[in-house]
């Protein structure tokens, strides 16, 4: 095929894809249902032949950036009601404004986490044996300011190793000489093994690895790579090191503001064994394999492998790391620049799925209930009314037996439970808080930091609802110990959960781990817990205890009633674990997504899904606590406090099994 031939069919996939997903005529017309169904098809024939053909998705070419567009087509549309067609840019990252560099201008990129998705403890790319940190002093326009979430979180962008130049090209250049110890080289081939990735950003892209043979992009890069004996000839697995980077960096021109827009932020890892000069690495020193005259260019090729051994003799592993830039100016807008990180994604089509399945569970506990209100107690109702007199009367049985022990308070550990009731309102209204921020763009799930402050403040500030619904509580308990209930509220949670954030903050240490915490952040959490949280809860439970006791309808006997056998779905645990597979099943895909942005550098960003997956969660939750309740009393069982809070409680047993899985 000839180039100009090549170009014709880019540019008509380009109109195909660009075009047709556009629901109007050339005139500005709205279509049709059946013109925009046609239309669909035909965008998705035209796709399935791209694909066909081998046009890959993560490239730079203009036939990648079109599949890339018509398979985020869902992804790129914004509005509640009426959606209207939009780019990645302004969806994930609202009000934020491209970067305009000038050319020769010095900037650094930042250094990331170093970490796995085989074990959960990452380190900072200085821990690895290579090139110290740079000795520069970064601009405030460029610098990475760190909030209290990002403290807590322990990450903090560094800046490279890396020097460069906005639009110098860099060839092979050698950066430094480290002679690896033996422990070292064991501690790296544990982390080749369990495949750890650096992480790197620049102007907040994070770095990719693309492949448009296999057609596709992931984010950072490894640390080096284990080759079988088959590939290598060895009785033995053999590891190698990456030790040589190539990055490459896409840009748009602004010929107006004389300027670059960064549009791409690629590396390519090789493994390369440099040859050491006699007296060792120095500023001006050349290498053959890298800077020399005529060196060859560096490429991964098998004679030439860095292998993670010392030799015959040694102790030490002498290793010479490099790099090299190149700059590629690219037709991508900056405003399609995330495509890219999010092919291979979650789509839309999926949480819509998953809503619906949370729906059909709705629904079916709906229609119990309404079987259970509409016949059963409207028929059992209108046939005690209907009673002229006691001799009439038969032998009740079933719930309107314990209709005088019903409203009885619970008499195990009452305090114990107004508290978890109190503490489950706190988290409740934080977490409603939160989503509603962010569908209104308060907040920026994007940024995990700020995120994390932001739903620790709404946390605390929500401390005042967990006093005033405990309190209440408690004080329909006839309990007295008012002070003893609030400081338990105030501290059980918090109390629990810094207990084993201290723990593992200390396992952490330890390891040498980069998300470990350091004291000053640990006593601002302490600070925040004790004068904004505790002060809240008790206003709340001022409150709660000066309001009036909760009035019931009907009169509590005196003595209790005698509770007879009760069948195998209304005794623990089956009752409980019984009530939280339906909670837990209307949420668990949603969790599947959660659980991939936070271990896997997915990105999650569909806060209006999530506002309607919590809210289905919370009618879910309701009610099964009316379905079991109804079942319990109709079993003549009036202790229904405890067994109504582990009826959904238990949901958080799932979850904490799916967490493990």
Not at 166 to 188: D, F, H, S
Request: aromatic share 12%.
């Amino acid at each position: 095929m000839t180039p100009s031939a090549r170009r014709f069919g880019a540019a008509l996939l380009l109109l195909f894809l660009t075009l047709g997903s556009v629901a109007s005529d050339g005139a500005g017309k709205r279509l049709t249902r059946k013109e925009r169904n046609l239309k669909n098809k035909q965008d998705a024939e035209n796709y399935a032949e791209a694909r066909r053909k081998g046009v890959d998705e993560v490239s730079h070419t203009a036939e990648a950036a079109a599949l890339r567009k018509y398979q985020l087509r869902k992804k790129k549309r914004k509005g509640l009601i009426r959606k209207r067609d939009s780019d990645l840019a302004s969806v994930l990252f609202p009000g934020v404004t491209p970067e305009l560099y000038a050319p020769g201008e010095e900037i650094q990129m930042f250094t990331d986490l170093v970490n796995s998705k085989k074990t959960q403890v990452p380190f900072e790319f200085y821990d690895l044996p290579g090139c110290n940190a740079p000795e520069v002093k970064v601009s405030k326009r460029k610098k990475q300011r760190k909030n209290f979430g990002a403290r807590l979180q322990g990450l903090e962008l560094k800046p490279g190793p890396y020097p460069m130049k906005i639009l110098a090209n860099v060839g092979c250049t050698p950066l430094c000489q480290n002679n690896i110890k033996a422990k070292k080289l064991r501690w790296l081939r544990l982390l080749v093994e369990r495949q750890y990735r650096v992480h790197m950003t620049f102007d907040s892209l994070p770095v990719l690895m693309r492949s448009k043979e296999l057609n596709y992009a992931v984010r950072g890069y490894p640390i080096g790579f284990k080759a079988p004996p088959s590939y290598t000839g060895l009785p033995q697995d053999e590891f190698y090191l990456y030790n040589h980077l190539k990055f490459t960096v896409t840009y748009n021109e602004v010929p107006d503001a004389g300027g670059v827009y960064i549009t791409g932020f690629d590396v390519h890892p090789v493994s390369i064994a440099h040859e050491i000069p006699r007296n060792g690495l120095a500023a001006a020193s050349e290498v053959a394999t890298c800077n020399a005259e005529n060196a060859k260019p560096v490429v991964n090729d098998p004679k030439t492998y860095l292998a993670l051994k010392a030799e015959v003799g040694k102790e030490d592993l002498p290793v010479i790391y490099s790099y090299e830039i190149e700059w590629v100016e690219s037709d991508l807008p900056w405003a399609d620049r995330w495509d890219v990180y999010l092919i291979g994604s979650p789509d839309d089509d999926i949480h819509s799925f998953a809503i619906i399945n949370s729906l059909m569970i709705v629904l079916f506990l709906t229609g119990a209930i309404a079987t259970i209100m509409i016949r059963t107690l409207r028929r059992d109702i209108a046939g005690y009314n209907e009673m002229q007199s006691l001799e009439d009367a038969q032998e009740e049985t079933g719930w309107k037996l314990v209709h005088g022990d019903v409203f009885r308070p619970p008499t195990t550990q009452p305090m114990l439970f107004s508290v978890l009731v109190g503490t489950g309102a706190q988290i409740g209204s934080a977490f409603l808080a939160t989503m509603l921020c962010a569908m209104v763009g308060l907040i920026n799930p994007m940024k995990k930091g700020q995120t994390l402050t932001a739903i620790l403040l709404l946390y605390v500030l929500c401390g005042s609802v967990a006093g005033y619904v405990s309190a209440r509580i408690f004080k329909f308990c006839d309990a007295k110990a008012w002070k003893q209930a609030t400081v338990l509220t105030a501290a059980g949670l918090p109390g629990v959960l810094v207990a084993i954030f201290m723990v593992l903050n200390v396992f952490l240490h330890i390891v040498g781990a980069a998300t470990a915490v350091g004291f000053l952040v640990v006593f601002a959490l302490f600070g925040l817990w004790v004068c904004v949280s505790t002060p809240l809860v008790f206003v709340g439970s001022f409150f709660g205890f000066r309001a009036e006791k909760i009035d019931i309808p009907v009169k509590v006997n005196n003595i209790s009633r005698y509770i007879p056998e009760l069948p195998w779905y209304a005794t623990p645990p089956f009752g409980f674990l019984l009530g939280g597979i339906l909670p837990f099943g209307s949420v668990c895909i949603e969790l599947f997504f959660i659980m991939s942005a936070l271990w896997l550098h997915q990105i999650y960003y569909m806060m209006g899904f999530l506002l309607a997956v919590l809210l289905i969660l919370g009618a879910t939750c309701a009610e099964v606590s009316v379905v079991m309740c109804y079942l319990q009393l109709c079993a003549e069982d009036h202790r229904w406090w405890w067994k109504s809070f582990y009826n959904c409680a238990s949901a958080g047993l799932y979850l904490f099994i799916y967490s493990l899985w």
